[in-house]
Structures are given as structure tokens and as C-alpha cells.
């Protein structure tokens, strides 16, 4: 059994024939974890023995998963990476993590995250940067990137990150793995830190798209005690996720907005443009240039609820904070109210347009990140923020559900992910269109070779 190349379906299989133990799964984890833990700081808490711990039989059971340290975990530290939450343990778990305990999942550690969620690139003064398996050198985006990490190098099958302005996405894209982002008020907030209340989506981090399925069918669903949360009917993921493409008509990003990216990420997402083409769907070049105003608007906004959640600790001693995390909450806290409130307005224009675009289309296609994996040496957090969201941020502003799925590598062997969006409370199709593109190619089945 390569742990590093386990599926969490492969999992459930062999577990369900006896041909793998409860036991065996966890401890190949925790192998993983205790070999490369220290070199790529994926964990900032490992929950020991997690695998005695949950005897629930259900869809995961048995199935070892790693919680972004935003999730509150009954008895065990929840930080949210920062120095302030250093001693916090929940007296409860957050609905999400209750959910897979129930369904038999293993808790098997708490993953490393940009300080508060507000960042992209992973690196964390507090708790360890956590460094790109493919290249240790860079980063590994964020603000998931320890469930990212944890992922791709076997730590765990799945894990839970969230996605603020790209935080599943952009690390998946960098790291190579999947990352969902559902729509908004599908997955319940309830004893996750917030970053935004407004923007907040929290989502599963798997090797597969059918992994992203599975662990989606367990998260979703209405939580009548998150004000956030949407009483909307929830599919069943896996129904149809192969009927493939046939008919359907996908939009692929083209004009300005598009065109700054790397040659390297545009070559390799217009040639997966390309495979849906020869699957039977028709793809199309769309201009959609108010996606500009649309990232700009999340990241104001951002800013600004991460200041209003924050404003205690920021009077209490700023200068705890990372000097990155210092500067946006204050930016944040400086935003007037009439330029929030224009920022709404660009919310809801922003909404009703990509509303009109799935009048005509079943999805949209474009990169996840404009470029691959930046240095870690000299890289400044807050630029970096800027680039990376570029594609991804439009999304968590209209809430629209998007994944990020493997498409290909550059010229220096890094990854890079394709993204597809498509309309509020429509997984089941997104899943099915990411889905066929992850069977008619190889890049999935590409792993970091990690070394000792």
C-alpha cells in the first residue's frame, strides 16, 4: 500500500473487504506525518492514537482526516495559527467536524494555516512556514496550506480547509491536489474562526475529484443555528458523477482579465479547454472583465470583516499579529463605510451578471492561479495576496461554487490547476465536468516525490 497514492474510495473499498484495517490506514498516516511532519509543517497539533478514539461505522469510517486549526475540536487546541489562540481548547466540536466523527472518520491532527486565514502564501511566523512538496523552496500557497500538504504527501486521505478568496483553491492549485469550495451556506460556519462572515466557504481537500464528492456528501446540508447557512436541497454528489460532458457548454476565461497569467498556466488551460472540447462539450471563449471590480470587492471586503472580528486583539496588542497579518487588519480597519458599501453593491452587480452567464452557459473555465508556486525567499505576503486571488476571489464574492482540479505542470515541473465555476447550489454538475477532465488525463495521479 503506497499511502501516498490512497484514494479515500480505495480506502473504503479495501477497508470494506478486510484487506486493510482501521489500524494499518491510521498508522500508515501517522508513518507520513512523523517522517515529514517536521520538514513541511502540515500539522501544528497531532491527535494521537485517533484511530482508537472513534468506533461510529458510517461513510468514512476508518478514514484518517486532517482539520484546518480554524475548526473548533473538542479538547484539542484550536489556534487559528496565531500566538492569541495559542491555549484555546474548545469545549465542543464544530458542527463540520461532529459530522465526520459520525460518520466514522479519524481526527488525525490539526493542519497548519496562514496566521488567521488572511494570506495565501503558508508562511506562518508562529507555527512554521509550510513549504510546497514539490519544491521546498516554495510556497505552498494558503490559507489551507497545511490540509493541503497533508494531502499530497500522505498525512491524511482528505482534509477541511476554507476559502475566503481562494484558500482551497489557490494551495490545491499550487500543490497539485483538489480543492472545493462549495456555494456559499451549503457547508455550515458553525465553530469554524471566521475570517468574513459574508465570504467564508468552508470545503473538503482531496487527491480526487470523487474524494471531493464523498467527503461533500457528509459535510453539506442546512444548519438551522448558522445564520450563514442555506435551507437548500442537498444532491446526492456521487449520482452521475461520470455521465461525462456530452452537451454541455463551458465558457473559457479569454480577454484582458484573463491575460495576465504566465505563458505556462495559459498554454495549459487552454489545452484542457481543449480536452472537454473532445469529450463532447462545447467551449467557447467568454470576456467577463467585470471579474476585476468583483476581486478587488472581496479583498476590501476581507480586510474589513477580518478587522471587525479581530478588533479586540488588535487592541489588545497588535503587535502579536505577523507583520503581514498587521498591515491588512489595519488597512481593513481604515476602510470607510461608504467604501463597503460600494463594495456590496459590486457584490450584488457581480452576482446578477454571472447569474445572466449561466443563463447561456453550464460552467466557466479558467486558471485557479495566474502563476505557479512563487520562492519562498523574498516573497512579500501581501503582493502575493494580490496575484494569487486573482482568479479565485471573483467566486467567494458571488458565492458560487468553484473547484480547482490538477491540469498540468510548467516548464520547471510545478503544478497548475484548472478552475471551474459553475451556478449557486449546482455541485453535482461541477463534480461531473471536473470529474470527466480528471479521467481523460493523468495529472492527478502525480504525487511529489518527497524523499527522506
Known amino acids: 500500500m503506497d499511502i501516498q497514492k490512497l484514494t479515500i474510495r480505495q480506502a473504503c473499498d479495501m477497508l470494506s473487504s478486510g484487506s486493510l484495517t482501521k489500524e494499518q490506514l491510521s498508522q500508515a498516516c501517522y508513518k507520513q506525518i512523523y517522517q515529514f511532519n517536521k520538514k513541511f509543517n502540515a500539522y501544528i497539533t497531532v491527535i494521537e492514537n485517533a484511530h482508537l478514539l472513534n468506533e461510529s461505522k458510517g461513510a468514512l469510517s476508518g478514514i484518517p482526516i486532517g482539520v484546518k486549526d480554524l475548526y473548533q475540536t473538542k479538547g484539542v487546541p484550536t489556534t487559528a495559527g496565531t500566538p492569541f489562540f495559542r491555549d484555546y481548547i474548545p469545549e465542543k466540536n464544530a458542527l463540520t467536524v461532529s459530522k465526520l466523527i459520525q460518520q466514522g472518520a479519524v481526527i488525525n491532527g490539526k493542519t497548519n494555516t496562514h496566521e488567521i486565514a488572511l494570506g495565501v502564501t503558508g508562511i506562518n511566523p508562529h507555527y512554521g512556514t509550510v513549504p510546497n512538496p514539490w519544491n521546498p523552496e516554495r510556497i505552498s500557497g494558503g490559507s489551507s496550506s497545511g490540509s493541503v500538504v497533508a494531502v499530497a504527501t500522505g498525512m491524511a486521505l482528505g482534509a477541511l480547509g476554507t476559502d475566503t478568496g481562494g484558500s482551497n483553491r489557490i494551495p490545491a492549485s499550487l500543490c497539485g491536489v483538489v480543492g472545493l469550495k462549495p456555494t456559499f451556506g451549503r457547508v455550515s460556519t458553525r465553530g469554524i474562526f471566521p475570517l468574513s462572515w459574508n465570504l467564508d466557504h468552508p470545503g473538503p481537500l482531496t487527491k480526487t475529484v470523487t474524494d471531493a464528492a464523498i467527503l461533500l456528501q457528509v459535510l453539506a446540508g442546512y444548519d438551522e443555528s448558522d445564520p450563514y447557512s442555506a435551507a437548500h436541497p442537498v444532491d446526492d454528489y456521487l449520482d452521475g458523477i461520470d455521465a461525462g ?191 470527466a477532465f480528471e479521467k481523460a488525463t493523468p495529472w492527478h495521479t502525480h504525487l511529489p516525490k518527497l524523499g527522506e
Open 245 to 435: 460532458v456530452e452537451g454541455l457548454k463551458i465558457g473559457i476565461l479569454d480577454g484582458d482579465y484573463s491575460w495576465d497569467a504566465e505563458p505556462d498556466v495559459l498554454e495549459i488551460i487552454r489545452e484542457a479547454g481543449e480536452v472537454l472540447a473532445t469529450l463532447g462539450a462545447a467551449v467557447l471563449p467568454v470576456e467577463l472583465n467585470f471579474l476585476r471590480d468583483a476581486a478587488l470587492a472581496n479583498s476590501l471586503m476581507v480586510l474589513s470583516d477580518g478587522a471587525a472580528f479581530h478588533k479586540s486583539r488588535m487592541q489588545e496588542d497588535l503587535s502579536r499579529f505577523g507583520s503581514d497579518i498587521q498591515q491588512r487588519l489595519s488597512a481593513g480597519a481604515e476602510q470607510s463605510s461608504v467604501e463597503y458599501t460600494l463594495a456590496r453593491k459590486t457584490q450584488t452587480e457581480a452576482r446578477r451578471q454571472m447569474e445572466l452567464f449561466f443563463h447561456s452557459f453550464d460552467a466557466l473555465l479558467l486558471p485557479s492561479t495566474p502563476i505557479p508556486a512563487p520562492l519562498i525567499a523574498g516573497t512579500n505576503a501581501i503582493e502575493q495576496a494580490r496575484r494569487l486571488t486573482r482568479f479565485t476571489a471573483p467566486f467567494n464574492l458571488t458565492g458560487l461554487p468553484a473547484i480547482s482540479v490538477p491540469a498540468g505542470f510548467t516548464s520547471e515541473g510545478m503544478p497548475v490547476g484548472l478552475q471551474l465555476v459553475t451556478s449557486h447550489w449546482s455541485e453535482k454538475k461541477l463534480l461531473r465536468i471536473a470529474r
